[in-house]
């Protein structure tokens, strides 16, 4: 039985860490075992392609657009048709392994995968690296909005500024 997004435990998200040095080899690493657990376990289908086009999202913290995986996914021999990318990149967010970043019609890996989240999505506007984290605001949109009898299905928070790199005061 594959897990519903809904009914996934809330979780604390810890500070985005993209911005700051750490083992981006671990980060794929984990995800990835998290994935095939899944898997192995029955609870997840992760078909060839899905699991390529997670290993490509997890390649760097930057969001990649359909077609840029789709180039990929021809070059692994994968077929070069664009439901092929669009499939497999759905699958992903609504398992929970992704996010699909509106501002910059790309995907980015989830880092907080099977975990019931509403990110804020920090985007470098220079080098389009995305950090995921939680923050007050999502909680406060659903306070507003139970209050006038609203229900939030789906949020999409992002802001866009420059990451620590980017401004000169950090290290990647």
Do not use: W
């Amino acid at each position: 039985m594959m897990q519903v997004l809904s009914k996934r435990k809330p979780v604390e998200m810890p500070a985005p860490s993209i911005f700051q040095t750490h083992d981006h080899a671990n980060c794929q690493s984990d995800i990835l075992t998290l994935a095939d657990q899944q898997a192995q376990a029955g609870e997840l289908r992760l078909t060839a392609v899905r699991r390529r086009v997670l290993e490509l999202l997890l390649e760097s913290h930057q969001a990649l657009g359909a077609y840029e995986i789709l180039e990929k996914l021809a070059r692994d021999g994968f077929g070069d048709q664009p439901p092929v990318a669009y499939r497999a990149l759905n699958f992903l967010v609504q398992q929970g392994f992704a996010h699909k970043v509106r501002r910059l019609n790309a995907y980015m890996a989830c880092t907080q995968p099977l975990q019931s989240h509403q990110p804020v999505l920090l985007i470098c506007r220079q080098c389009k690296s995305v950090a995921e984290t939680a923050a007050p605001v999502a909680e406060a949109v659903h306070s507003v909005a139970g209050e006038v009898g609203f229900e939030v299905e789906r949020m999409n928070l992002e802001a866009i500024g420059l990451c620590p790199a980017c401004a000169g005061g950090g290290s990647e």
